[in-house]
């Protein structure tokens, strides 16, 4: 069984920095394709990034660029998402996700919370 | 990067049909055939319903129907249960390894 878990929200201040993590578990880490998508609450989702499964390229949307890295260690089938400068309009829940069908996020974390207080 | 256009809210009776349209542009909906479709409860995970366009994965009852014309997608849900009331958000593979999600849909079953 596939399973995702979250950690490292909390409650950060404004131009501060949080690093999240996902541990993967019951699938071959190394050859998927993993991703990070929030949803601010009350909202929609919003896909962030995501990153090939051998690391070595990364994708990530406009309004993250500059500030949000994403990246992995396939040695211990861990994703994460170093968030610097973050902004009140940061604040939401954070999905990491992996895609087992090409092009298909069909697997989820529970999300964890990142609060950005002004 | 701008966010795929999905109606607030759809509603309808058990057993009936409801649609939900999923619009986008030639550079993402109507350019690719990875469109996806998710069902979210409140508090809960997104679970994939609906991928490349029309194929369902395994768990997702077959009530659930995917199709495209153009730079819209639709999700249609056949017979509906009181357990479909939920969030329903559409995806669309942008290219260069870019994705974007649909505004969400709220399904309200009467």
């Known amino acids: 069984e596939v399973e995702l878990v979250e950690s490292g929200g909390g409650l950060v201040q404004s131009g501060g920095s949080l690093r999240l993590s996902c541990a993967a578990s019951?699938?071959?880490?190394?050859?998927?394709?993993m991703s990070w998508a929030r949803q601010a609450p009350g909202k929609g989702l919003e896909w962030v990034a995501n990153i090939k499964p051998d690391g070595t390229e990364t994708y990530c949307v406009d309004s993250v660029k500059g500030r949000f890295t994403i990246s992995r260690d396939n040695a211990k089938n861990s994703l994460y998402l170093q968030m610097n400068s973050l902004r009140a309009d940061d604040t939401a829940v954070y999905y990491c996700?992996?895609?087992?069908?090409?092009?298909?996020?069909?697997?989820w974390g529970q999300g964890t919370l990142v609060t950005v207080s002004s | 990067q701008s966010a795929l256009t999905q109606p607030r809210s759809v509603s309808g009776s058990p057993g009936q049909s409801v649609a939900i349209s999923c619009t986008g542009t030639s550079s993402d909906v109507g350019g690719y055939n990875h469109v996806t479709w998710y069902q979210q409860y409140p508090g809960k995970a997104p679970k994939l319903m609906i991928y490349?366009?029309?194929k369902r994965p395994s768990g997702a009852p077959d009530r659930f129907s995917g199709s495209k014309s153009g730079n819209t997608a639709s999700l249609t849900i056949s017979g509906l249960q009181a357990e479909d009331e939920a969030d329903y958000y559409c995806?669309?593979?942008?290219?260069?390894?870019?994705?974007?999600f649909g505004t969400g849909t709220k399904v309200t079953v009467l």
């Open positions: 996700s992996t895609a087992t069908i090409p092009a298909a996020w069909n697997h």
């Open positions: 019951g699938i071959t880490f190394s050859s998927r394709w």
């Open positions: 995806c669309s593979y942008a290219g260069s390894d870019i994705y974007v």
């Open positions: 490349d366009v029309n």
